[in-house]
């Protein structure tokens, strides 16, 4: 096995995407696997799904399907299937995809080396779909690290327990990360060269670290912790929950200015009614007192969303209440989802008498509308100085430079001069709004 290769595809939001950037490393620092783009070169194939969807699950199955034939072609090739979809779904996936020889949750993919061990000794399917708490944070490596930007995980889990969703089912109750073993990671992150940071977690607003004498740090404190890193001059964090957006964060967009002018916050629907039967715990006028508040502390502030449609018993009229939030918020980028019901979650239970047809007619008015605010946001930054993170070269063209803005829009310039301007924050006048990018040129050039 050492010095093999690994493969792995992964389905699902950021979370998904750090745990999968965990398993490479750990995999490179214990049994010395590289990465593949190709399958059929893999030693290791590992599958990384989320299963807040039902869409996803599927996703999973057509590709333990394909990966079938290359085990059939190479008996010793080992397949493991990881996230949230193994803790929900451990049984059907023994039953559906017998080829299968590791199943591990999300709180236990740092054991991925042992089960690989095992294997190597027996082949018997293994699953591990516990939560053994905060163990996965101290057993991992460091994460390796990919400049000028990083994302960190601060904490796990959700103890929301919305009605429609599988995520305390799968991920676990919220634990947080000690503030100590956070700002050590920024810190190495910074040392290496990352300029900006994305604090990761499902409510992460829920944070609550640990401080010596007892008491305990909000999110807002990790914030200003965070801002006075050397190096660290653009900070993020994804996703939170209205519930817990305290006075204190909102107060961080005022006084932090490495806190960017953007926030994701899910509200889910327009409605009180449906609101109340997803278990949000919030009314509409709370969330708009939130948006009004930050938009007090922080005049140009980019927000984003997420909607459900179709939810049990959704009417006309709730529906109408979710067009008109959106409306009175116009937010920038957002998602929206029909809502999927998801096995062993209370709204499961719940009759659902809407048609798929009118739940998907919704769903393409509230995109249309979406797409026209976010269209039009866009169109309104041209003209105006962005500052973009530089993170290299564009996809579109080879001899054009690509950045971000702090309301995370890719921006496509020509560089002044022929310095790798990469990692480095750049001043950009914004010339053109294309469907899913900016074009600029650099202020200076410009002005
Ligand atoms: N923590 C976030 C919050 O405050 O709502 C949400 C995390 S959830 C994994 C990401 C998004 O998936 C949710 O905001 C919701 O819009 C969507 N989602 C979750 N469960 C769903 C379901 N059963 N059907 C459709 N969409 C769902
Ligand atoms: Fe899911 Fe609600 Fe938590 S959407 S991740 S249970 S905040």
Known sequence: MSGGKLYIQTYGCQMNDYDSDRMADLLASSHGLSLTDDPAEADVLLVNTCSVREKAQEKLFHQLGRWSRLKQNNPDLIIGVGGCVASQEGDAIARRAPHVDMIFGPQTLHRIPEMLDQQSVRRIRLTDVTFPEIEKFDRLPPPSVKPPTAQVSIMEGCSKYCSFCVVPYTRGTEISRPLESVVAELRHLAAKGVREVNLLGQNVNAWRGLVEDGEEADLAELITCTSVIEGIDRIRFTTSHPMEFSRSLIEAFADVPELVSHVHLPVQSGSDRILAR???????????????????????????????????????????????????????????????????????LLKDETPPEVKKQRLYRLQDQLERQSRAHAAAMVGSRQRVLVTGESRARSNQLSGRTENNRVVNFTPAGSDDLTGQFVDLRIEKALPHSLQGVVWEAAC
Do not use: C, Q, W
């Not at 997420?306 to 980028?333: K, Q, R």
């Open 278 to 348: 997803m278990k949000r715990g919030y009314d509409v006028a709370h969330y708009m007192r939130i948006v009004e508040d930050l938009r007090a502390a922080r005049p140009d502030i980019a927000l984003s969303s997420d909607f459900i449609v179709g939810f049990p018993e959704e009417t006309e009229a709730d529906f109408e209440a979710t067009m008109e939030l959106v409306e009175a918020v116009n937010f920038d980028t957002s998602f929206s989802f029909i809502y999927s019901p998801r096995p062993g979650t209370p709204a499961a």
